[in-house]
């Protein structure tokens, strides 16, 4: 029977009654018509760009953590404290999840959180104990780290919530000796607050006003467990430098 109903397909496609070609066109076209993988791609992400991008990930991100919390239970950057990230890393992941990066640099060593959105997000990572923290537990790697990640959210606006005057005045104070130039080369009305600005990011809980109520407006500065034994030589030699010119310029 299958092969009366062949040969009677052969001889009608013969005397052109039934165009097989045509069909497997037609078949072909519609087949294209219902997913075509180029257009769809840009049709469904074209219109989306970086900034509802990163709202969105931001306005889901707590429902993401709860949905997939076995997942979320990793590192963002698992090698963070023994090898240097570069931009494209960071650039890796959605900038939301930037200061969370950052973050669990301090959250390794045990770092105990008084904003409530880290304090929520790390009390659920299996492998963080609160306690015990000091900055000179951070090696150089950890501290460039966080200054890279920091330097990013400062260059983007998604650090500061796009707020001018949040960054610090000389990002690298802690990583690398300042030049005479570089003092120069800014206010001198600044050079007070560039130079407490190191012991800002150890925590130092000012009691001059101008510099409590200037760095209270910072979004990296949490205030508390300030030590000068966790300044480092480099922050000791910054602090000197800046502090000379004051005096020098009379400023003090």
Not at 47 to 53: P, V
Not at 152 to 157: D, H, P
Not at 175 to 204: C, D, M, P
């Amino acid at each position: 029977m299958k092969r009366f109903f062949a040969m009677a397909l052969v001889m009608m496609t013969l005397l052109g009654v039934f165009d097989v070609s045509a069909l497997a066109q037609a078949q072909s076209s519609a087949a294209a018509s219902s997913f075509d993988g180029e257009d769809y791609w840009e049709d469904d992400w074209g219109d989306y760009d970086d900034e509802e991008w990163e709202d969105a990930v931001e306005d889901d991100w707590d429902d993401e953590v709860e949905r997939n919390g076995s997942w979320y239970d990793d590192y963002i950057f698992p090698d963070s404290d023994c090898v240097k990230l570069t931009r494209a890393d960071i650039r890796s992941i959605p900038r939301s999840l930037w200061a969370y990066a950052r973050n669990e640099i301090y959250a390794r060593h045990g770092y105990e959180f008084k904003t409530k959105k880290y304090r929520d997000y790390f009390n659920d990572r299996d492998w963080y104990y609160p306690g015990g923290f000091s900055t000179k537990n951070l090696n150089s790697t950890e501290w460039y780290n966080m200054d890279l990640i920091k330097a990013m959210e400062q260059e983007s606006g998604s650090g500061s919530g796009g707020k001018s005057g949040d960054s610090y005045i000389f990002p690298h104070s802690s990583t690398r000796k300042l030049t005479r130039r570089e003092v120069l080369a800014i206010a001198q009305s600044q050079w007070g607050f560039a130079r407490n600005e190191i012991y800002a990011r150890h925590g130092y809980v000012f009691k001059t006003k101008k510099y409590k109520d200037y760095f209270a407006k910072k979004y990296w500065y949490t205030p508390g467990g300030f030590s000068d034994k966790d300044l480092n030589s480099t922050e000791w030699y910054n602090m000197e430098l800046i502090k000379d010119l004051e005096e020098e310029y009379g400023l003090l």
